[in-house]
């Protein structure tokens, strides 16, 4: 059975940092892509980054680019979000995802889309106090 458990969320201030994991069990996804999604209540969950499984090339949500840093060690099955610089806006619940084996999505910001997504974790929440 795969499961994904995030950890790494917290309060913290304006201007400080937090790092999430995400470590994988049940099998191993060295051959997946994985990101991470954040959700406010009353809205859509919304992408913030991803790393491909082949090339290791990320993607990050425009707002979020040179303060966060998505990177995964595969011998432990884990993908990290390293937040800096947070803002009360990154406020959220955070969740990772795990996409399908050996895969290649297609179209423009295919890796921003949920439904390319086949796993999905509990989500760790995020507090950032102004």
């Known amino acids: 059975q795969v499961q994904l458990i995030e950890s790494g969320g917290g309060l913290v201030q304006a201007g400080g940092s937090l790092r999430l994991s995400c470590a994988a069990s049940g099998r191993t996804f060295s051959s997946n892509d994985m990101a991470w999604f954040r959700q406010v209540p009353g809205r859509e969950r919304e992408f913030v980054a991803a790393i491909h499984w082949s090339d290791g090339k990320t993607y990050y949500l425009e707002s979020v680019k040179g303060r966060f840093t998505i990177s995964r060690d595969n011998g432990k099955n884990t993908v990290y979000l390293q937040m800096n610089s947070l803002k009360p806006e990154n406020t959220a619940s955070y969740y990772c995802?795990?996409?399908?084996?050996?895969?290649?999505?297609?179209?423009?910001?295919?890796?921003?889309?949920?439904?390319?997504?086949?796993?999905w974790g509990q989500g760790t929440q995020v507090t950032v106090s102004s």
């Open positions: 995802a795990v996409g399908p084996t050996n895969y290649y999505c297609s179209g423009s910001g295919c890796y921003m889309r949920k439904g390319e997504y086949d796993y």
